[in-house]
């Protein structure tokens, strides 16, 4: 009677054992699946969330900020007084940064008719 009790037991650890890996399995390749397709749907868009301009308080920018924003590449053509600097010929390593007077600024945007930002106008106050 013994040996039938722990036979049982052991069916039945195992067979619990066998479908958690098989859900383990079945989640993963589910998990997989959701993650292809939102990398796909990203690479798509182009930009994942994007904040709203009216909701952009706050548009005094200090003479750091302004320069940090210069140092990296430009993510839109920006405007800093009278000097126009494009996105797609930009190079920070050969911009004379001693052209940027050491003042605060006003961040303003420039918007498409989607809403897309497409220029970055930092004047001196």
């Known amino acids: ?6 036979l049982v037991e052991k069916s039945a650890a195992i067979f619990m054992f066998c479908i958690a890996g098989t859900l383990l399995l079945i989640q993963y390749k589910e998990q997989y699946k959701l ?8 690479s798509k868009q182009g930009v994942l969330y994007e904040q709203p301009i009216y909701k952009i308080q706050d548009n005094k920018e200090s003479y750091k900020e302004v320069i940090a924003a210069l140092i990296c590449d430009l993510e839109y053509d920006v405007q800093v007084n009278r000097i126009y600097l494009q996105k797609d010929s930009f190079n ?5 940064f ?11 945007y420039e918007v498409d008719s989607s ?3 497409t220029k970055v106008t930092y004047n001196s106050l």
């Open 115 to 117: 809403g897309n930002i």
């Open 1 to 6: 009677m013994e040996n039938i009790k722990e």
């Open 92 to 96: 920070p390593m050969e911009f004379d």
């Open 98 to 108: 001693s052209v940027v007077p050491n003042t605060d600024y006003i961040k303003t």
């Open 35 to 42: 993650i292809s397709t939102i990398r796909v749907n990203l």
